[in-house]
């Protein structure tokens, strides 16, 4: 499956942005989905995942009660809704997929800078 990501751009804290992830050539149902970040200098950071059914959800420490995960599987999407952004948040935002029968994400978005402004 190939992912490509889009939403990312420049907000001041404390607002909001909608980031979008657009799958094409698999079956996107059979598929887990995560958004993950990566800050300058950072190791990458798993933000929100979402499981193929779109039922079960999980979000790290740092993004939970602010980011909400969404799949719509009859489009082949899946969102990720920022508010209460930060500047912490400042990061390179990657989609990614792996199979619901896999342990590694093996399907990746090229990634889209989200950039919050204090």
């Known amino acids: 499956v190939q992912l490509q990501a889009s939403g990312g751009g420049l907000v001041q804290s404390g607002g909001s942005l909608r980031l979008s992830c657009a799958a094409s050539g698999g079956t996107f149902s059979r598929y887990v989905m995560g958004w993950f970040r990566q800050a300058p200098g950072k190791e990458r950071e798993r933000v929100a995942v979402v499981s193929w059914g779109g039922v079960i959800t999980s979000y790290a420490d740092s993004v939970k009660g602010r980011f909400t995960i969404s799949r719509d599987n009859a489009r082949n999407t899946v969102h990720l809704q920022m508010n209460s952004l930060k500047p912490e948040d400042t990061a390179v935002y990657y989609c990614?997929?792996?199979?619901?029968?896999?342990?590694?994400?093996?399907?990746w978005g090229q990634g889209t800078l989200v950039t919050v402004s204090s």
């Open positions: 990614a997929g792996r199979d619901y029968s896999a342990t590694h994400y093996d399907h």
